[in-house]
T-cell receptor, first 114, second 111 residues
Framework: RKEVEQDPGPFNVPEGATVAFNCTYS??????FFWYRQDCRKEPKLLMS?????NEDGRFTAQLNRASQYISLLIRDSKLSDSATYLC???????????????WGLGTSLGVNP | DAGVIQSPRHEVTEMGQEVTLRCKPI?????LFWYRQTMMRGLELLIY????????DSGMPEDRFSAKMPNASFSTLKIQPSEPRDSAVYFC?????????FGQGTRLTVV
């Protein structure tokens, strides 16, 4: 079993739809969590960090459930430009040292159609 | 700052040849990561450095792979000899804090 798992999709939705992705992680020592976005043949870029209390950035909402060890990303009123692969990332920092290890999911592919 | 700069952007080489990928991290960042991305395996961490010191190279697939960071502004990933299964996109990323900034990647094809 991979340490970070995502549904690869693809999710194909019409413009204006609401779509949600989930990601599960297996290591309870995980310290911090992120969603990255990767466009076709481009590099990954940070979309948003995921905080324990949940956080929102415009049409995007991220949630963390530590008890169940999953994070989610909700996209409201989806746009054509949201079409991309969304990567779930978990950071296993060791606070007392200089060990920083980002563990990446394989990504969920989203296609938004006109 | 121009961001993380990688070269070359594309590399096509014959099996058995040596390949060297280069990376210039963002100035002031203290972590540098080398990743490999394929359709089947996604984004895999190969090795990372903190303040130019290799911290974890457990992701380096074989002895054919080596990485160096001689100073804070330059790193190389070398494959010698290269094999067709090494074909992938290789990303370099740097960070200071929690966000990792990626270069545009080097698309390596070994024929």
């Amino acid at each position: 079993r991979k340490e970070v798992e995502q549904d690869p999709g693809p999710f194909n939705v019409p413009e204006g739809a609401t779509v949600a992705f989930n990601c599960t992680y297996s290591n309870s020592a995980s310290q911090s969590f992120f969603w990255y976005r990767q466009d076709c043949r481009k590099e990954p870029k940070l979309l948003m960090s995921v905080y324990s209390s949940g956080n929102e950035d415009g049409r995007f909402t991220a949630q963390l459930n530590r008890a169940s060890q999953y994070i989610s990303l909700l996209i409201r009123d989806s746009k054509l430009s949201d079409s991309a692969t969304y990567l779930c990332v978990v950071n296993r920092d060791v606070i007392s040292g200089n060990n920083r290890k980002l563990i990446w999911g394989l990504g969920t592919s989203l296609g938004v159609n006109p | 700052d121009a961001g993380v700069i990688q070269s070359p952007r594309h590399e096509v080489t014959e099996m058995g040849q040596e390949v060297t990928l280069r990376c210039k991290p963002i100035s002031g960042h203290d972590y540098l990561f080398w990743y490999r991305q394929t359709m089947m395996r996604g984004l895999e961490l190969l090795i990372y450095f903190n303040n130019n010191v290799p911290i974890d190279d457990s992701g380096m697939p074989e002895d054919r792979f080596s990485a160096k960071m001689p100073n804070a502004s330059f790193s190389t990933l070398k494959i010698q000899p290269s094999e067709p299964r090494d074909s992938a996109v290789y990303f370099c990323a740097s960070s200071f804090g929690s966000e990792a900034f990626f270069g545009q990647g080097t698309r390596l094809t070994v024929v």
